[in-house]
């Protein structure tokens, strides 16, 4: 098995591309941290605040946005991860990752609070529980012809997209499973799991950008 530690995950300094961390205090990090890695980019895994100043993007992983929460808290994370998206700094979240972008939360636990950024109402385990996690190919114009195939697991969906925010994708029925706003970007699928790439691509095209303005 392999342990992902918190330095560099890439080949060294000859390779070295965008810096990205995948915040890694609960969920399937290694997934995306193994995605990015294989783009190119510079992946180190986020548990502290100073971990956080080192990246030019980060990944909020899928998992339990509650604990997610409650984690980030305890860690004094949750108001450096505020001030970096207020920044602009890119953020990509995936299912999990999602709510914590998500600035209203519907079905939320008693207390639980997102960090916020995007302009949306998400509501957590949107299509059910476990059981009823499903897969289906998406239409996402942003990322070519080609339709995504998506994972649904306990995922959220975006019930209502604010003036600031743009749907990326929707269920065949409307239902909005993909959003972006300026440098966050968000899905209520799983893209690091099922060998789809374009999204993370798009993530990083928009790491690449700021990481170019913070350098000029
Ligand atoms: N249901 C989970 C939550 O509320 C999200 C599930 C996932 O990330 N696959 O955080």
């Not at 399937?28 to 180190?44: I, M, N, P, Q």
């Not at 998992?63 to 997610?68: K, R």
């Not at 059910?128 to 114009?141: A, C, I, K």
């Not at 749907?167 to 799991?193: C, K």
Request: aromatic share 4%.
């Amino acid at each position: 098995m392999t342990t992902l530690r918190s330095e560099s995950l890439d080949a060294g300094p000859a390779q070295a591309g965008p810096r990205v961390g995948v915040l890694a205090l609960q969920g399937d990090f290694r997934e995306h941290a193994r995605v990015l890695a294989s783009l190119g980019a510079t992946v180190s895994l986020v548990r502290r605040p100073a971990e956080l100043d080192e990246v030019d993007g980060l990944v909020i992983p899928g998992g339990e946005s509650s604990v997610m929460d409650k984690l980030a808290r305890a860690y004094g994370l949750q108001h450096p991860l505020r001030d970096a998206i207020a920044a602009g700094l890119p953020v990509y979240g995936t299912c999990a990752g999602l709510i914590m972008l998500a600035d209203t939360l519907r079905d939320a636990i008693a207390g639980q609070e997102s960090l916020g950024g995007l302009d949306v109402v998400v509501r957590r385990n949107a299509f059910g529980s476990q059981n009823q996690s499903f897969e289906t190919d998406l239409e996402v114009p942003a990322l070519g012809d080609a339709p995504v195939h998506a994972v649904f697991i306990r995922g959220p969906v975006v019930e209502s997209v604010g003036p600031d925010a743009t749907p990326l994708a929707s269920l065949a029925d409307g239902r909005v499973v993909a959003v972006e706003q300026g440098n966050l970007l968000g899905t209520s699928f799983h893209p690091e799991i099922t060998g789809e790439h374009r999204f993370h691509e798009y993530f990083l095209g928009k790491v690449r950008a700021r990481a170019g303005r913070t350098a000029a």
